[in-house]
């Protein structure tokens, strides 16, 4: 029997003759393929400017050393999110905080940074970094609000959000087009909403940002305008380059995302069609502020009241070939987490761990398996008298 992933790359045939064709070009690095996915996606984000990069991970690794964050540096990110930004921050010797999250959406929210900064006097924060759980960007003005009042830079982690849209007065706004943060990035993974194979995106409406980021991907290296073979070096960069052959990829992918964004709708309908008569069964969705990418489906079971645990839900699946995920493991729960934690301080997380977990959901998620999922979650709370 087949197995059900919880997400999946979809590439036709025009993505690998996209790719193919990039073999011809005479720069397979550095090339043509790599200004026109630039300019594709700074085009459909609205955004003054888009840098590719490596991975989701190297775009944030840019972005904090395009705001010159440094070692002793003060920012703020979630509890429960991807080990990257955590990672990137620990590297430059920054000062991690981490503020919670709410128990349904596993996102920060203003009240969560602020209990942050009052809890732990912090004084002066250099950045703020923000991430769409699954792709449902929440508070995204109310962020604007607190950046304005402690005049912090805001970061979006938005590697699960290519393609989501929050509502700014009458009007949607993209995701990426930084009108309400100074820097977003993208991750181009193979489950997100398109991919590169590994890649990531960066973008901001700053100049100066966009120098650094430029600058930094490529070894810190300054052209000469006078001569292509001078340059100069005054800070340190990377290798965090995208290739032809990946921007290639992306071009084509690019083309094919309202196709992808419209599948992981209906499939999150039918999901919430399907599943929301269970009173101790909740969702993140608001439909009516945000247009999401539905990057994941995240459930919400009140597991104390089944008395089980999400492992045995899981394992259910599991057996049924159906295979489910945890996103995330709060970070502070990691051995690289060396500092003490306050009673209390994480409830929003702690109850978010407990009780949520991402079921199936991508392009070409087939409605028989779809079924066979909603069925199985379904048998396994009715069996528990779960209603
Ligand atoms: C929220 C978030 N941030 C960062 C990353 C890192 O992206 P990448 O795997 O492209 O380095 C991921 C990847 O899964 C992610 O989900």
Redesign the pocket.
Known sequence: MKVIPYGKQFIDQHDKDVVKKSLDENLITTGNFVNIFEKKIKNYLKVKYAVSCS???SA?HLAMLSINLKKNDVIIMPAV??I??FNMATNLGAKIYLADVDSITGQITPETIKKCIQNNKIKKIKAVIT?YMGGYPNNIINFYKLKKKYKFIIIE?A??ALGSRYRFRNKFLNIGSCNHSDICTF???PLKTITTG?G?IITTNSKKIYNNLYTARSHGIIKSKKNHWMYDIKNSGFNYRLSDLNCALGVSQLNKINLFLRSREKIAKTYIKNLNNFQNLTFCIDLKNIKPSFHLFIINIDFTKLKKKKDDLLNYLKTNNIICQYHYIPIYKFKIYKKKIKKNSFLGSEKYYKNSLSIPIFYDLKLNNQRKVISKIKFFLEKNNLK
Do not use: I, R, V, Y
Request: glycine share 12%; aromatic share 6%.
């Open positions: 991975s989701g991970t944030l999110n991807f990257s930004a991430m982690d590697c699960h991750s181009l993974h590994e990531g």
